[in-house]
């Protein structure tokens, strides 16, 4: 693979003394090096002086477009306080990030977006409480947003939402380079049916850093899902599906969320975002509460995506057709009643993550804490072979995820 046409300021920022591989030429040296998994170089770049400078270097991930693998990020809960992980399934390798800025007045943020966006992890808006508000146990949404920066391994604050929000729909833009956002509100795990809701929509510029508002949503609308459909290799479409509304009582004292069963489309454009359309319900009264977990399967020739959910232990592919979800399959272990799951798509493959707390006796000298986490089990799903596969590891947490709060996103590395 050639360097780009600046190649002699992008060529390799090491001096001519030091080498990468001895014998080897250093252009040769760093494509062998590129072949590694990403998963492991915070453990190789200590080796000297010229790997370190090397592995820190934008050479590296332009030399790695030949060998993108998806690693997975997972915030198992507060990021100004608790470190994410980058796990990577083919190596069950596991790579801790460092905790996002700790502002000494904010705690237990939740409920908020992490997208990647070519070599960057996002991390946007969420609900938090706050010292300085009134009353204390109301949580507060946030306008925040964040970026993390795989070359310099380190966050960066950027421009903030122009409305806070916490669950609410989010999705990139990776050919105009920019992230777009729907609804929400103040949404805290420890409220299920607190807070507000809201209906504004913005669009986030990364070259600019600037954030634009966009026509807001029919209705309010939070605790959705948004990604974008494309076709013919353009970005046509943004869905946002799901969520909740207005809530009722029960027996008048009790707050219960009203779910929608329905989704809304609208049409990306170069210079602004169109009118959205109303889709109707894709499901029939009865038939489940609300929406479950939802993934995205991009086309590979540049079609239209495969969408997903998990209902339970049943994966239901969106006909976009009829408007209705058809089962597609079931997962084959299932979980005890009431665990949670985790649901993501990596190498265009499904993957149904719990945890099992099941002990191995052959383990004798598992840590205390390894115990207490337990153990990952992904079930692997083919949506073209139509096959499953699992596999299993340890994860680096003290205390076993809560899928049901732990938030993750993919990124290709």
Same mark, same amino acid.
Request: glycine share 8%.
């Given at each position: 693979?050639?360097?780009?046409?600046?190649?002699?300021?992008?060529?390799?920022?090491?001096?001519?003394?030091?080498?990468?591989? =001895?014998?080897?030429?250093?252009?040769?040296?760093?494509?062998?090096?590129?072949?590694?998994?990403?998963?492991?170089?915070?453990?190789?770049?200590?080796?000297?002086?010229?790997?370190?400078?090397?592995?820190?270097?934008?050479? #590296?991930?332009?030399?790695?477009?030949?060998?993108?693998?998806?690693?997975?990020?997972?915030?198992?809960?507060?990021?100004?306080?608790?470190? =994410?992980? #980058?796990?990577?399934?083919?190596?069950?390798?596991?790579?801790?990030?460092?905790?996002?800025?700790?502002?000494?007045?904010?705690?237990?943020?939740?409920?908020?977006?992490?997208?990647?966006?070519?070599?960057?992890?996002?991390?946007?808006?969420?609900?938090?409480?706050?010292?300085?508000?009134?009353?204390?146990?109301?949580?507060?949404?946030?306008?925040?947003?964040?970026?993390?920066?795989?070359?310099?391994?380190?966050?960066?604050?950027?421009?903030?939402?122009?409305?806070?929000?916490?669950?609410?729909?989010?999705?990139?833009? =990776?050919?105009?380079?920019?992230?777009?956002?729907?609804?929400?509100?103040?949404?805290?795990?420890?409220?299920?049916?607190?807070?507000?809701?809201?209906?504004?929509?913005?669009?986030?510029?990364?070259?600019?850093?600037?954030?634009?508002?966009?026509?807001?949503?029919?209705?309010?609308?939070?605790?959705?899902?948004?990604?974008?459909?494309?076709?013919?290799?353009?970005?046509?479409?943004?869905?946002?599906?799901?969520?909740?509304?207005?809530?009722?009582?029960?027996?008048?004292?009790?707050?219960?969320?009203?779910?929608?069963?329905?989704?809304?489309?609208?049409?990306?454009?170069?210079?602004?975002?169109?009118?959205?359309?109303?889709?109707?319900?894709?499901?029939?009264?009865?038939?489940?509460?609300?929406?479950?977990?939802?993934?995205?399967?991009?086309?590979?020739?540049?079609?239209?995506?495969?969408?997903?959910?998990?209902?339970?232990?049943?994966?239901?592919?969106?006909?976009?057709?009829?408007?209705?979800?058809?089962?597609?399959?079931?997962?084959?272990?299932?979980?005890?009643?009431?665990?949670?799951?985790?649901?993501?798509?990596?190498?265009?493959?499904?993957?149904?993550?719990?945890?099992?707390?099941?002990?191995?006796?052959?383990?004798?000298?598992?840590?205390?804490?390894?115990?207490?986490?337990?153990?990952?089990?992904?079930?692997?799903?083919?949506?073209?072979?139509?096959?499953?596969?699992?596999?299993?590891?340890?994860? =680096?947490?003290?205390?076993?995820?809560?899928?049901?709060?732990?938030?993750?996103?993919?990124?290709?590395?």
């Amino acid at each position: 693979m050639p360097l780009p046409p600046s190649s002699s300021t992008f060529l390799l920022a090491i001096d001519e003394a030091l080498t990468l591989l =001895p014998g080897l030429p250093n252009d040769v040296a760093a494509h062998i090096l590129s072949f590694l998994p990403y998963s492991h170089y915070c453990r190789l770049k200590p080796t000297c002086k010229s790997w370190y400078i090397f592995l820190s270097s934008q050479t #590296l991930l332009y030399l790695r477009r030949h060998c993108l693998s998806h690693l997975l990020c997972i915030f198992p809960e507060d990021p100004h306080i608790s470190s =994410p992980f #980058l796990f990577d399934p083919e190596n069950l390798a596991w790579r801790p990030l460092p905790p996002m800025p700790c502002n000494p007045h904010e705690y237990g943020l939740c409920n908020f977006t992490s997208i990647s966006l070519g070599p960057h992890i996002y991390v946007l808006g969420g609900s938090l409480f706050d010292t300085r508000s009134f009353p204390l146990d109301r949580p507060s949404p946030s306008s925040s947003a964040f970026r993390y920066n795989f070359l310099t391994s380190s966050w960066d604050r950027l421009a903030p939402m122009l409305s806070p929000r916490g669950s609410f729909a989010c999705a990139a833009i =990776p050919r105009s380079d920019q992230i777009i956002v729907a609804g929400g509100g103040s949404r805290h795990t420890m409220f299920r049916a607190a807070g507000s809701r809201i209906c504004s929509v913005e669009r986030y510029d990364v070259e600019r850093d600037e954030w634009e508002a966009l026509d807001g949503l029919p209705r309010f609308r939070a605790g959705c899902v948004g990604f974008t459909v494309s076709g013919d290799g353009k970005e046509k479409e943004f869905w946002v599906m799901g969520g909740y509304g207005e809530s009722r009582t029960l027996s008048g004292v009790f707050p219960v969320d009203e779910y929608y069963k329905d989704a809304v489309v609208m049409e990306l454009k170069e210079n602004g975002g169109g009118k959205w359309t109303e889709i109707g319900d894709m499901w029939e009264e009865g038939e489940r509460p609300r929406l479950g977990k939802i993934v995205v399967v991009e086309d590979e020739e540049g079609g239209r995506p495969a969408i997903f959910m998990l209902d339970d232990n049943d994966i239901l592919r969106y006909n976009m057709a009829l408007n209705c979800w058809q089962k597609e399959s079931s997962v084959p272990r299932r979980a005890p009643y009431k665990s949670s799951f985790g649901f993501v798509v990596l190498n265009g493959e499904l993957h149904v993550m719990t945890i099992v707390n099941g002990i191995d006796s052959t383990d004798t000298r598992r840590s205390r804490q390894q115990k207490r986490a337990g153990t990952l089990f992904i079930q692997i799903y083919h949506p073209r072979k139509k096959t499953w596969r699992s596999l299993v590891t340890k994860p =680096p947490f003290q205390q076993p995820l809560d899928f049901s709060s732990t938030v993750m996103c993919t990124i290709r590395l």
